[in-house]
């Protein structure tokens, strides 16, 4: 008994004395490789068909075509392929020389011989380890023998790069798995901890953004800035995304950074794995949780995800299509994530009788969860009602899509850096803010269509939402990204005050406009106008060689007079009778000589586009122009 009142440390923690060889046992390690061999052989066996067993069947095609290129397009494509044999092996391998700490007996038995506790770690550490590095160095020896073989060169480089990527995989995914392992007792919780700790970052982070796209008033995703950070903590994504090939004529391998960065990941999760196994306690074995003071983390962690990913999914099930409101998620959350911390608690004390003695941990949690709904639905932070002083904002990107006309001005993407330009931006986005009670949450809404009285043969919107993105760069660093969806309607757009109206003034500026069609399609000045189209209903009109300057300079003057390119937030009748069927298309050649290829700018005529029009006129064209409205009767 202990008299100074602390808890006596188990007999089985402390190390054993070194008596025949403390950090490293040869005949444990080989007994390892003999008593799992079905692991390393599989992995062996699929590199083997991959690699050399692809060289020798693609033989008389090196021969004849590809020669010795066609190894260095090989092998370096083929690098990616191992981040997914990692990835499953690396458990295997972990489940397979750490097995005895899931069994009392074995656990007991193993602790009982003459070794170390850093050497059995360090042992069967190694062991697992080498179930992938000598594979791949027999891989790669067999693929050497295999060029010789074929006889058309040798790629070396491209060999020693494969080889050594697979090295780094496997340190990584295996180290991890190693890590996973020292924290549970129970061989069948250890790849579920594994595979759940790899996609525990996106896929939370993914639901996240789910549930702040309806908490969140204006939320986007990407809002929060932790992309980047959530794709570093998910391996399997980084990888994928970055190692692979520069593409031809060299081949060059990418991601040498991640590689790098994994790498030492791998060791140093193989450092922590040696600490947490000299204190882990023998008697944990069967324990989902072997380390005490993660079990709290365990819980409550099991509690949030079913909450996030189980509430989300009930709540998808049953109110998605039939309301936004926030309120019935945050039910299902609360069912859901009290039902997952006790089944924790279950699974921890091996027990369905954990309700008496846990219930005000689950409530605790349920407050927890309510006060964070609560704070994000009335906007304590502060989120949603923030609007930026024009003078933080150094530029800011204003995009409304799939504006009318479709032309080569309707993609509604405005980048605006004046300060007047941002001033009024942000105008718009208070009155947007202020209105936030009559807004929409998605496209659609408010969406109305009536019978036109001019063409019975087509309707006319009269209310609609129209998609509206602001992207704010600040000039003390750092970006503030809102989205929503504006109502539209006649009334609206009278309304000089409306969300809707200020965002028609703004992407029918003529200044705006002018950019839009032109120097946003990457048009620069002194560009040569190789030649012009009309579309009509009859196919394309060209236009004639000697007209090809003043048509432009017609254009670029009825855009910058506000004359030709309105755009409208609704498919309305001034719409249809204002805006032709027919698309004047320019096609010209970038100049300069690191722009060395055509491009081709398209613009709706309109009724009101007087320049435009009388060089139309002279090309004898304004006889082929049709309203869109006539075009569709």
Not at 73 to 85: N, Q, R, T
Not at 163 to 169: I, R
Not at 262 to 269: I, N
């Amino acid at each position: 008994m202990n008299w100074e009142g602390k808890t006596m440390r188990s007999e089985t923690l402390s190390s054993k004395p070194c008596r025949v060889c403390g950090w490293f046992n040869f005949t444990l390690f080989q007994k390892n490789l003999t008593r799992f061999w079905p692991v390393w052989t599989l992995y062996s066996v699929l590199w083997f068909l991959i690699l050399p067993t692809n060289f020798l069947t693609s033989r008389d095609r090196i021969i004849r075509h590809e020669g010795a290129a066609y190894y260095r397009e090989a092998v370096i494509d083929l690098i990616p392929s191992g981040i997914f044999l990692s990835l499953f092996f690396g458990v295997l391998a972990a489940m397979a020389v750490f097995s005895y700490l899931y069994n009392s007996r074995a656990a007991g038995m193993m602790h009982a011989l003459p070794i170390r506790r850093e050497g059995l770690f360090l042992t069967n550490y190694l062991s697992g380890l080498c179930f992938f590095l000598l594979p791949i160095g027999a891989v790669a020896v067999l693929t050497l023998l295999v060029q010789v073989y074929i006889g058309v060169g040798l790629d070396l480089t491209a060999l020693f790069l494969w080889t050594w990527c697979q090295a780094m995989f496997s340190l990584f995914f295996y180290s991890f798995a190693v890590f996973c392992a020292m924290f549970t007792g129970n061989i069948v919780a250890l790849p579920v901890f594994y595979g759940v700790l790899n996609a525990l970052a996106y896929g939370l982070y993914l639901l996240f953004s789910a549930m702040a796209d309806l908490f969140l008033f204006g939320y986007y995703g990407g809002t929060i800035g932790m992309d980047h950070l959530i794709v570093w903590l998910t391996p399997v994504i980084r990888l994928g995304r970055t190692v692979g090939s520069s593409g031809a004529p060299d081949y060059r391998l990418t991601g040498l950074l991640s590689i790098f960065v994994y790498a030492l990941a791998g060791v140093v999760l193989a450092a922590l794995s040696a600490a947490l196994y000299h204190r882990r306690h023998i008697e944990t074995a069967g324990d989902v949780v072997a380390v005490s003071w993660v079990k709290p983390i365990f819980k409550y962690g099991v509690a949030f995800c079913s909450a996030v990913a189980l509430g989300t999914f009930f709540w998808s099930l049953f109110f998605l299509a039939s309301t936004n409101s926030a309120w019935p998620l945050l039910l299902f959350m609360l069912f859901t994530g009290v039902w997952g911390y006790f089944v924790a608690e279950m699974l921890m004390r091996k027990s369905f009788r954990v309700f008496r003695k846990s219930w005000p941990g689950g409530a605790a949690f349920a407050l927890v969860l309510v006060l964070a709904a609560g704070a994000m639905e009335f906007d304590l932070t502060g989120f949603e009602s923030r609007v930026p002083q024009a003078s933080q904002v150094a530029e800011v990107t204003l995009e409304s899509y799939s504006l009318s006309p479709l032309d080569s001005g309707g993609y509604g993407c405005y980048r605006l850096n004046r300060p007047e330009d941002i001033a009024r931006v942000a105008a718009l986005h208070q009155a947007v803010v202020r209105s936030k009670a009559d807004l929409p949450d998605e496209q659609g809404a408010y969406a109305s269509w009536i019978p036109s009285a001019a063409y019975p043969n087509w309707d006319i919107q009269i209310s609609g939402t129209q998609h509206l993105r602001l992207t704010y760069l600040l000039k003390g660093g750092g970006t503030l990204i809102r989205q929503y969806w504006i109502p539209v309607d006649e009334d609206l757009l009278k309304n000089e005050a409306s969300p809707a109206a200020q965002l028609d003034r703004l992407i029918n500026d003529p200044e705006q406009i002018l950019f839009q069609y032109f120097a946003s399609n990457g048009c620069q000045e002194g560009d040569p106008l190789l030649s012009a189209e009309l579309s009509t209903l009859d196919g394309p009109a060209v236009i004639p060689t000697d007209l090809l300057e003043e048509l432009l300079d017609a254009i670029q003057s009825d855009l910058a007079e506000g004359r030709l390119g309105r755009h409208y937030l609704l498919d309305s009748e001034e719409r249809y009778t204002n805006c032709y069927f027919n698309d004047i298309t320019l096609h010209f050649a970038a100049a300069g000589a690191d722009r060395r290829y055509d491009y081709t700018v398209t613009i709706t005529v309109q009724s009101t586009a007087g320049a435009t029009l009388k060089v139309l006129e002279q090309a004898g064209l304004t006889e082929t122009l049709v309203t869109k409205g006539d075009s569709m009767w």
